[in-house]
């Protein structure tokens, strides 16, 4: 247990719904990183924050996704319209305020998302 | 074309045994390398953290070598154990970036 949590862990919706995820990161963790991982392959950076700046987006991250970090605490992910290729497990990452460069991220458990 | 490769995909060794999993990568300017164990069904597990001067790193039974030059890096494990059944993936960070870019992974199977 990295100490990150994510809310539900598994979720199953009908194609055309929307879906909210959320991800707790470890208290003192200013940054806050969302990545999709399909099957057999690695996660695929989506969106970043510091505090409650979102940074960088991915062009992976369409028009359907929206990311938020109200606070500079926890950290929602909406699908808007599901497709099925939104099936996945969506990560969540934080990390501590940058001392050497390294960035070390800390990973949740993971939301599983199945579109039928 | 990813810019992060991971050769074998997929490896079935017998508990006890060592191996060797390799990554090359293309991402420039780099900054560091680092090596992730993720279990199925889990979020991945930092083992090593390697910036540019270093070329060995180890953490118990893995050891990840770098080299910066032919932008390659091996991950060692010795004496497996059937824990160590993951998919071990190899991650490269751009300098003056956030962004890290993974690798496909390399999914390991230790049977006893």
């Known amino acids: 247990d990295t100490g990150v949590s994510q809310d539900p862990r598994h979720k199953i919706t009908k194609r055309g719904q929307n879906v909210t995820f959320r991800c707790d990161p470890i208290?003192?963790?200013?940054?806050l990183y969302w990545y999709r991982q399909t099957l057999g392959q690695g996660p695929e950076f989506l969106t970043y924050?510091?505090?409650?700046?979102?940074?960088?987006k991915s062009r992976l991250l369409s028009d359907r996704f929206s990311a938020e970090r109200p606070k500079g605490s926890f950290s929602t992910l909406e699908i808007q319209r599901t497709e099925q290729g939104d099936s996945a497990m969506y990560l969540c990452?934080?990390?501590?305020?940058?001392?050497?460069?390294?960035?070390?991220?800390?990973f949740g458990p993971g939301t599983r998302l199945t579109v039928t | 074309k990813n810019q992060v490769e991971q050769s074998p995909q997929s490896l079935i060794i017998l508990e006890g045994k060592n191996c060797t999993l390799q990554?090359?990568?293309?991402?420039?300017?780099?900054?560091?390398l680092r090596w992730y164990k993720q279990d199925t069904g889990r979020g991945p597990v930092s083992l090593t953290i390697?910036?540019?001067?270093?070329n060995t790193k180890s953490n118990g039974r893995y050891t990840a070598t770098l080299d910066a030059d032919t932008k390659q890096s091996s991950l060692h494990i010795t004496a497996s154990q059937l824990s160590d059944s993951a998919s071990y993936i190899c991650?490269?960070?751009?300098?003056?970036?956030?962004?890290?870019?993974f690798g496909g992974g390399t999914r390991l199977m230790v049977k006893p």
């Open positions: 990554c090359n990568y293309t991402v420039s300017p780099f900054s560091n």
């Open positions: 990452a934080s990390s501590p305020r940058d001392w050497d460069g390294t960035y070390e991220q800390y």
């Open positions: 991650v490269v960070t751009r300098l003056l970036s956030n962004m890290l870019t």
């Open positions: 390697m910036t540019f001067s270093e």
């Open positions: 208290s003192e963790h200013n940054r």
């Open positions: 924050f510091q505090n409650e700046a979102q940074l960088e």
